[in-house]
């Protein structure tokens, strides 16, 4: 069976290479805003699904919440290992049900989903992020507004390190934002894609409730603004389980 294009990306040394100027900062500023928010407590018990290399673990664990951390690539597992002793780490496909449960909050947070092939592999991934909530826990997407994005589209980049040449064309192809990464690296010529499905506000919480959640706020940038449709960068929903 064919490997899924995350299967084969995230696994190879280019894709650390292509984003190797990740803003951890940011990611600080905005799991501490979050934490704020929500008034979690040291102690208490939160999953960062789709963890990758375990830049917001780290910052929850510092934060004294206990932290299970899930993704689907070895790699990124082998290094929020060693970035995060203190915290558990998994392999684990969002599609497959957890064996964790009463979690205080559970995040998936930036852009870590809509990489599927179907609505309906969200709408699972959703329902298992949702088993692993306890009765009043709160889950916590950050997901790319797209919408913002789509009339800039298509562009075309290229950029050069270490002797490795990354061209890169980010177009629109119903219903995905795909981004088409061709890697030159001495004799081998090697070909990439990201592919990330567009939701609106409306059709994301849609797919919460059908999940079993129930939307209680949207923001719209890592401050916790006030959610725009045309011009907010992010779509920040927190949802708890249905009653």
């Not at 050069?160 to 219903?175: A, C, M, Q, S, Y």
């Not at 995905?176 to 030159?184: C, D, E, M, N």
Request: charged content about 25%; glycine content about 6%; hydrophobic content about 40%.
């Amino acid at each position: 069976m064919a490997k899924e294009w995350f299967e084969n990306w995230f696994e190879t040394p280019y894709y650390a290479m292509l984003y190797r100027n990740r803003d951890d900062a940011e990611a600080e500023f905005f799991v501490k805003k979050l934490v704020a928010h929500l008034r979690l407590l040291p102690g208490n018990r939160v999953a960062d699904v789709a963890c990758g290399s375990g830049r917001h673990s780290v910052v929850m664990n510092r934060l004294g919440l206990k932290v299970w951390g899930y993704d689907l690539s070895e790699r990124f597992i082998a290094e929020a290992r060693s970035l995060c002793s203190q915290a558990v780490f998994a392999i684990h496909d969002m599609r497959q049900a957890y064996h964790e449960t009463n979690m205080h909050a559970v995040f998936n947070l930036f852009t870590s989903f809509g990489y599927f092939a179907t609505r309906e592999e969200d709408v699972l991934a959703l329902s298992n992020m949702a088993g692993l909530l306890g009765a009043e826990g709160v889950l916590v997407q950050d997901y790319i507004n797209g919408l913002p994005i789509l009339p800039g589209l298509p562009i075309i980049s290229t950029e050069e390190l270490n002797g490795v040449r990354f061209d890169i064309e980010k177009e629109w192809t119903h219903p995905y934002i795909v981004k088409k990464i061709r890697v030159t690296d001495r004799e081998q010529n090697l070909e990439f894609e990201e592919k990330v499905r567009v939701y609106d506000a409306e059709e994301l919480m849609s797919l919460h409730r059908e999940a079993g959640l129930e939307p209680v706020e949207v923001f719209g940038d890592y401050g916790l603004g006030t959610y725009q449709t045309l011009t907010s960068p992010r779509m920040i929903i927190v949802s708890k389980r249905k009653k």
